[in-house]
Structure formats: structure tokens, C-alpha cells
């Protein structure tokens, strides 16, 4: 990003110490507290007076009302192109981030085939011991039964779940 008081700033530096020179003004002296005017009046209007007090005692008066009108357009000018700089430089930093954040890649897991035969042969453990467990309820002759509680699926176990409430569903 420029810097505050970047290029075109730096530009209207170098052309009002030119045109002071050529004035036979004191570049030095005078640059930096016209500089100062022109940062600190709010209004073009503000500014022309304001460089008009300054350079009164220096300037004829003709000549004055020509210098205060031209310093502040070259002022107003030099503002325009600063503040567009700017903004082309807040949007390539805005850019530079979406694409540092698109380079960012959540990589997918990589799972080795070792790792599948793994998980398949807990599943097929877990489902054979499940199934074992349904044929020994069988064959106590109890019971599981799935009830509807309100908004809640309760299962009840034992030889008369259907005909017994359980205490609380989680």
C-alpha cells in the first residue's frame, strides 16, 4: 500500500518548490507551511484564503489570486490521483489475500488399503457380535420393543417389554 502523503503528494512537493523558486520565494520556508495550510483547511475556499494571507506580503496582486487558485487545483488534483492509488492498492491487497487463502487446500485423508481392511474387519466383528446377541434374546425368549414416548424412541428389553414402561428415554 502508499504510504500516507505516497506519490502524488510527493509530485505536488516537487512542483510547488519548482513554482515557489520561480515566484523567488523561499522553497523551504514556504513549501512546508503552504503544505500544512492545504492539509489542514477543509474547504477550497478555506484553502484560497488561507494562501492568500500568506502570500499577500510577498505576491502582487494580480499575480496572487492566479498562484492561490492554481496551488489549490494542483493540491486538489494531487488528492484525486493519491486517493485513487490508494484504492488500486487496498484492491491488489484484497486480491493478493483471496489468492494466498485459495492456495490453502484441505488435502483429503489418505487412507492405505492396510487401514481399510482394518475398519471392515471391526465392522464385520461388531455386526457377527450383534447378531450372535440377537439369537441368545431369541432364545431366552425375551423381548426388545421399540415404543414411541412423545418425541422420543425408547427401547424396552426384557420378557414383557411391551407391556412395561421404561422410567425415563434418554
Known amino acids: 500500500m ?3 502523503g505516497g506519490e502524488a503528494v510527493g509530485g505536488f ?3 510547488l518548490a519548482a513554482r515557489l523558486e520561480a515566484l523567488g520565494l523561499d522553497r523551504a520556508v514556504y513549501g512546508a507551511y503552504i503544505q500544512g495550510l492545504l492539509r489542514e483547511e477543509e474547504s477550497d475556499e478555506e484553502r484560497l484564503e488561507a494562501l492568500r494571507g500568506v502570500l499577500a506580503a510577498c505576491l502582487e496582486e494580480d499575480l496572487l489570486n492566479d ?4 496551488v489549490v487545483e494542483k493540491w486538489s488534483e494531487s488528492q484525486i490521483v ?10 491488489q491487497a484484497i486480491a493478493s ?3 494466498k487463502q485459495a492456495k490453502i487446500v484441505v ?3 489418505e487412507v492405505s488399503q492396510e487401514e481399510k481392511q482394518r475398519k471392515a474387519a471391526l465392522l464385520a466383528q461388531y455386526a457377527n457380535v450383534t447378531d450372535e446377541e440377537d439369537g441368545e434374546d431369541e432364545q431366552d425368549g425375551s423381548i426388545a420393543t421399540a ?10 428389553f426384557g420378557r414383557k417389554a411391551a ?8
Not at 407391556?163 to 434418554?170: H, Y
Open 107 to 109: 488435502k483429503p485423508k
Open 82 to 91: 493519491d486517493a485513487k492509488e490508494k484504492k488500486e492498492d487496498e484492491i
Open 67 to 70: 498562484v492561490c487558485r492554481e
Open 13 to 15: 512537493a516537487a512542483w
Open 97 to 99: 489475500m483471496m489468492e
Open 2 to 4: 502508499a504510504a500516507p
Open 147 to 156: 415404543v414411541n414416548i412423545g418425541s422420543e424412541k425408547c427401547i424396552l
Open 163 to 170: 407391556s412395561t414402561l421404561p422410567l425415563s428415554c434418554p
